[in-house]
């Protein structure tokens, strides 16, 4: 392991689930026939990423379960979920850690070189989707007692493979075998790759508002990244006003999963909805005017 990337504070190592579930779905692809990728085809990985990402990951995971910004019943909450888990992300809990463990870490000047973004690319994807940490001392993080011990997602951290692999079956048998890796795997590689350099990109360029003071991340917007991720390309934003269940600021900034949380609001299904408004975090201080950091040339 990199000895950069000791740290006093846990464990950072390989991680041969996360890699070999990663190339079980990448490899696949090669065998896809993409001369045969029909409307049906782009009409069922529309809904699915509509399904999965907006709902399953954006609005119920990360917005709800992770940064509380509504409230919801059990069965939402239940639904949500298990929609996460059809992205092939893999387990809730591990999500749900991981992000209370850098929230923590990039909000603080001590930040350990794996939680931060100073170097390039092709180093990140070799830390971001093959390594993984093993904290020293959980109670740091202050992760809720009720996540942590929530039966749904200690159920599904222990079985989620078996459901995605059940639903591989569903399809196999529903849509026959080229739609299904496409329905699967390439969405699941899409979302994947898609997640990590989102990751990635909305912490190093863009264009920002805030300074989050004593932190070593204030995240970066990004237009295009917003509008492809629900959302979650506005990082800056987020940041800004982590309760928010609202990621974007201005009229230019189209946010899907605000959209379907809109809605989810409108059928009353979730209720008590955060938005920026009285929301924005103590240690954001704005800037005079937007800053920019964009690549060099």
Request: proline share 3%; hydrophobic share 40%; charged share 15%.
């Amino acid at each position: 392991m990199n000895k950069n990337l000791k740290t006093p504070f846990g464990k950072i190592h390989f991680s041969w689930r996360k890699t070999i579930w990663l190339y079980s779905m990448l490899l696949p692809i090669f065998f896809i026939d993409f001369s045969s990728i029909c409307w049906q085809d782009i009409t069922i990985n529309t809904l699915l990423l509509f399904l999965t990402v907006g709902i399953g990951h954006s609005v119920g995971l990360h917005r709800g379960i992770i940064h509380k910004s509504y409230k919801t019943s059990k069965t939402f909450r239940k639904i949500s979920l298990y929609l996460f888990v059809l992205t092939g992300l893999g387990s809730p809990l591990n999500w749900l850690k991981q992000h209370y463990f850098r929230d923590y870490w990039q909000n603080r000047n001590d930040c350990p070189r794996y939680f931060q973004y100073k170097h390039f690319l092709l180093t990140d994807y070799h830390w971001n989707l093959h390594l993984t940490f093993t904290p020293k001392d959980m109670s740091r993080y202050n992760i809720p007692k009720q996540d942590l011990n929530d039966s749904t997602i200690l159920w599904l951290h222990k079985t989620w493979q078996i459901h995605y692999v059940l639903f591989m079956t569903v399809l196999y048998f529903t849509i026959g075998l080229n739609s299904m890796f496409v329905a699967t795997c390439l969405r699941t590689s899409i979302i994947i790759l898609g997640h990590w350099y989102i990751g990635y990109a909305s912490h190093k360029y863009g264009y920002s508002r805030h300074k989050i003071e004593g932190a070593d991340e204030s995240g970066y917007n990004d237009i295009l990244l917003g509008l492809i991720s629900f959302g979650e390309g506005f990082h800056n934003n987020h940041h800004s006003y982590p309760t928010s269940a609202k990621f974007s600021s201005k009229w230019y900034e189209i946010d899907f999963g605000w959209m379907i949380a809109w809605l989810l609001k409108q059928s009353k299904i979730i209720t008590y909805v955060k938005t920026q408004k009285g929301n924005l975090k103590p240690t954001a201080i704005a800037y005079n005017s937007t800053k920019w950091k964009l690549p060099k040339l």
